[in-house]
């Protein structure tokens, strides 16, 4: 069973930098693509970033490039979202999920998800 759970969210002003972090258990050839998606208050779900866990290959979505960065630590089975530089509009619930297709164009389908986390706040003030 895949468990995915967000922590490092918090509040900071604009120009800090905050971690987030993704703690997976169980992923499986099904569902060895992690990636981060974030969905600020009236807007649509948006991909971030993903990470193929097996070669670490990355995609990173081009708002985003650039000031975000994601990694992961097989050892301690986390993959995560470094955020540097962050501004007002970065301001979202930021989820990881898991899935089995790990590209540029899988950050803009829910759907190729399978397993989602619970979330964390991420609050930029201007």
């Known amino acids: 069973q895949v468990q995915l759970v967000e922590s490092g969210g918090g509040s900071v002003q604009a120009g800090a930098a905050l971690r987030l972090s993704c703690a997976a258990s169980g992923l499986t050839t099904g569902s060895n693509c992690v990636g981060w998606f974030r969905q600020a208050p009236g807007k649509e779900r948006e991909g971030v970033a993903s990470i193929y866990t097996p070669t670490s290959n990355t995609y990173v979505a081009a708002s985003v490039k650039g000031r975000f960065t994601i990694s992961q630590d097989n050892a301690k089975n986390t993959v995560y979202l470094q955020m540097n530089s962050l501004k007002a509009e970065d301001t979202a619930m930021y989820y990881c999920?898991?899935?089995?297709?790990?590209?540029?164009?899988?950050?803009?389908?829910?759907?190729?998800?399978?397993?989602w986390g619970q979330g964390t706040q991420v609050t930029v003030s201007s």
């Open positions: 999920a898991a899935g089995s297709y790990c590209s540029a164009y899988s950050l803009s389908r829910d759907d190729y998800w399978r397993h």
